[in-house]
């Protein structure tokens, strides 16, 4: 059902009312503001509740203000300005009747509303960007509703476009308050450079994160946006295929409670760092999300699941063509991790590999790694402190590049099994060739 068209055509409009208990005294009282058209008569239509309901309540947040619900009594919302500059937007109680300008101040802030468990503020504005603005209450509460009604006013129903850097970035960053945001929505398509940067980076509280549909991506979109989110326990799926410089680089980082990562992360073209630290002490993390791009760039696996620390096993890592330092400490510190993935390049980029699986103490067997000729710092530390490591099946014939091996057996089990290639004979016995004790085989 549409609402328009539950109305006669007139040139009047009105605000879409709801039938409802009486609040001062009215028996109707608005409750999205919309411009439709009224009776014929010029009588305002009346609409039941049930109508109402079919048509706005029917999990249609994105036609909502952004709401915020108030979880316990006497609970003050702010809006503070953090650093930047001030930022006005606009307030209502009353569902919509009237609106209050309110403009940001440092320390305490400005207070918008004082809400009891139940009670709501719609908040709106036509500001481009709120960057070093954010929210703050006193108690517990939710947000929902249509993000976009902050930077376009009522008709924040359209909006899909961002226009400047930092747009919501920190808006609820720090807020320990905040419990479910599963159902505040993001709907642009059109993103900006930092514009979801920490959004809600250390609200320990949240438990539930929004969807983000968008599908291409900016430098540094989603850059922290929910780190040490640590009661959060599972991520929205990430359906972008067009990635941009470190887009979701520490997004997750320390959400300690994170069980669930999106189930895969579908681009096949990568960016510089996009996935940099992305789930970095994930301590709870117990699966990963599929990683099917072929074709890596700098950074951009680098420190992806580093201490991930209830991480059994690694996804695949299918990628023939490798860049500096893409898979750079990406398991470093996933203590229980059994399984490593198959490593099939066999070019190499400088630093590749470096410290990948660095204190990785109960891996047992690696991967083949079957490129001849290594690069400088390809294997650096690779293998360090790996203490139950027994087994290594390595084909190169050309160590000689700079630090190329350099500490990359360092502590590893006392005793394994060396596979080489038959014909290299310039291996050392060290940490930084082939472990004392361990028996050489030929492959």
């Keep these: 059902m ?37 009776d014929g008569n010029g009588t305002m239509p009346r609409m039941l509740k049930s109508d109402y309901e079919e048509v706005c309540d029917n999990n249609d947040y994105s036609a909502q203000y952004l709401t915020i619900e108030s979880l316990e009594d006497g609970n003050t919302i702010k809006w503070v300005l953090a650093s930047q500059s001030s930022r006005t937007i606009s307030a209502s109680t009353d569902y919509g009747a009237t609106w209050t300008e309110y403009t940001s101040t440092s320390g305490n802030g400005t207070t918008i509303a004082t809400l009891n468990t139940g009670q709501k503020v719609f908040l709106k504005g036509l500001e481009s960007s709120f960057s070093g603005n954010c929210f703050r209450t006193s108690k517990q509460y939710k947000v929902y509703g249509n993000i976009m009604s902050l930077v376009s006013g009522d008709t924040f129903d359209s909006a899909t476009e961002l226009t400047d850097a930092f747009t919501f970035s920190s808006l609820f960053s720090g807020s320990t308050s905040l419990i479910d945001a599963e159902n505040l929505i993001l709907p642009a398509t059109t993103l900006t450079e930092y514009c979801y940067a920490w959004m809600f980076a250390a609200c320990r509280n949240l438990t539930m994160a929004p969807e983000l549909p968008a599908m291409t991506m900016v430098r540094h979109c989603y850059d922290g946006m929910f780190r040490a989110c640590t009661s959060l326990t599972t991520a929205p799926e990430l359906p972008a295929t067009t990635l941009a410089e470190r887009c979701y680089q520490n997004m997750f980082y320390n959400c300690s409670g994170l069980i669930s990562a999106p189930s895969i992360l579908p681009a096949t073209t990568l960016a510089e760092g996009c996935y940099k630290s992305m789930f970095e002490r994930c301590t709870s993390l117990v699966n990963a999300p599929e990683l099917p791009a ?150």
Aim: net charge negative; hydrophobic share 35%.
């Design 294 to 443: 072929m074709t890596m760039t700098q950074q951009c696996y680098e420190d992806m699941f580093a201490n991930c620390t209830s991480l059994t096993t690694a996804p695949e890592l299918p990628a023939t063509t490798l860049a500096i330092t893409c898979y750079g400490l990406m398991f470093a510190g996933c203590t229980s991790l059994t399984t490593a993935p198959e490593l099939p390049a066999t070019e190499l980029a400088g630093g590749c590999y470096r410290q990948m699986f660095d204190s990785c103490t109960s891996l047992t067997m690696v991967p083949e790694l079957p490129a001849p000729i290594l690069v400088e710092s390809c294997y650096w530390y690779m293998f360090q402190y790996c203490s139950s490591l027994v087994y290594i099946k390595c084909l190169a014939t050309d160590i000689s590049a700079s630090a190329c091996t350099n500490g990359w057996v360092k502590d590893v089990s006392a005793s394994g099994v060396f596979v080489k290639a038959p014909n290299m004979t310039g291996w050392g016995r060290h940490e930084n060739g082939i472990p004392v004790g361990w028996t050489v085989q030929n492959a």
């Design 2 to 38: 549409s609402i328009k068209n539950i109305f006669m055509e007139s040139t009047k409009s009105y605000y879409l009312y709801k039938l409802e208990e009486k609040y001062t005294g009215q028996d109707w009282m608005p409750v999205i503001p919309k411009t439709y058209s009224i």
